[in-house]
């Protein structure tokens, strides 16, 4: 007992690498909320136009969709960070993770909510239009409003799991809490800073969970 606690909790360790991790800890977050901003935006976005049944436009959005759902994030990361400069595109490598996960929660947000315009009975639509209502007014003040409301359990399910995909920004060498950890690890000969890395990924995403535990609740069809 007395190894482990000196191999995963050691106070020295700890408190040598504090502030390094603290800082990572600080790139996480701004990294998951950008992700999670970007890309459910931009997957609401593509839905609604993907809802104007506008083809080659749909053919190009399902393209997105399908590209990005098929690989997986870490392929797609390493791919733009290496492949991105041999054709003049330079960007740092937050931008790309930031760039490369919120594509990626575009990409399956934009069928989950697809699925929640889908669902809007016919009936509804009908009886806008019959109101006088235009296809986007109908669209905007009806369809979407009730889509989003429907879609959100299996939004924030989705949600979390690629935010937590914000560790693979270490493969290149984005300074994110994981990468500062096993830096630390490394010079420290020591697991302590991967738990103090573990207790930052609960400090962020456990409120997070619970966050998305009262939207469900709270926005729920009630019977």
């Not at 950008?34 to 053919?59: E, H, K």
């Not at 573990?198 to 926005?219: C, D, H, K, N, Q």
């Amino acid at each position: 007992m007395e190894r482990f606690l000196d191999q995963f909790f050691n106070l020295e360790v700890m408190a040598r690498y504090l502030p390094d991790v603290a800082a990572g800890f600080v790139v996480t977050i701004q990294l998951a909320l950008s992700v999670i901003v970007t890309g459910l935006a931009l997957g609401l976005v593509l839905a609604m136009v993907r809802a104007f049944q506008i083809r080659p436009v749909n053919w190009l959005i399902i393209l997105f969709v399908d590209l990005f759902r098929a690989l997986p994030p870490l392929v797609i990361l390493i791919i733009f960070y290496f492949g991105l400069p041999f054709v003049g595109i330079t960007m740092s490598a937050f931008v790309i993770s930031w760039v490369v996960l919120a594509s990626v929660l575009a990409a399956f947000a934009e069928e989950i909510y697809w699925a929640g315009i889908t669902s809007v009975n016919k009936g509804q639509w009908e009886a806008s239009r019959s109101t006088g209502l235009g296809f986007t007014q109908t669209l905007f003040y009806v369809v979407i409003p009730q889509a989003i409301r429907m879609t959100i359990p299996p939004l924030t399910n989705r949600t979390i799991a690629i935010t937590k995909n914000t560790a693979l920004a270490s493969v290149v060498t984005v300074e994110e809490m994981l990468t500062v950890a096993q830096t630390s690890l490394a010079y420290a000969a020591n697991t302590s800073p991967l738990t103090m890395a573990a207790i930052g990924y609960l400090l962020i995403f456990f409120p997070l969970t619970m966050a998305s535990r009262w939207v469900e609740t709270r926005y729920a069809w009630k019977r």
